[in-house]
Nanobody, 123 residues
């Protein structure tokens, strides 16, 4: 069992940066791929970035490449560094732990989810 807690969201101007963190309040991320997704009300949750269990590989959605970086800070913390933010990045951002043995981009590849942290980018 694992509980994920996101933090670091907020209001930022376009072009600014935020660093999201995802911590395991119960359990660990060790041995599992981790992902970040985002969702705007009325729209489906979409993939942002994922990192393998070892931290050696990562995937990014095309719309965040070269702007966002996912990292494993420890066995219990994953971060998402977001630079050059745009108004269209405004969403609720969710951290998720992958199903054992998977490393994917789909919502179904992830079994455990945090409550989300809101990111708002003003123009």
């Amino acid at each position: 069992q694992v509980q994920l807690v996101e933090s670091g969201g907020g209001l930022v101007q376009a072009g600014g940066s935020l660093r999201l963190s995802c911590a395991a309040s119960v359990g660990s991320f060790s041995g599992y791929a981790m992902g970040w997704f985002r969702q705007v009300p009325g729209q489906e949750r979409e993939f942002v970035a994922a990192i393998s269990w070892s931290g050696g590989s990562s995937y990014y959605a095309d719309f965040v490449k070269d702007r966002f970086t996912i990292s494993r800070a420890s066995a219990m913390t994953v971060t998402l560094q977001m630079n050059s933010l745009k108004p269209e990045d405004t969403a609720n951002y969710y951290c998720a732990r992958g199903r054992y043995g998977t490393f994917g981009r789909s919502v179904g590849d992830y079994a455990d989810w945090g409550q989300g942290t809101q990111v708002t980018v003003s123009s």
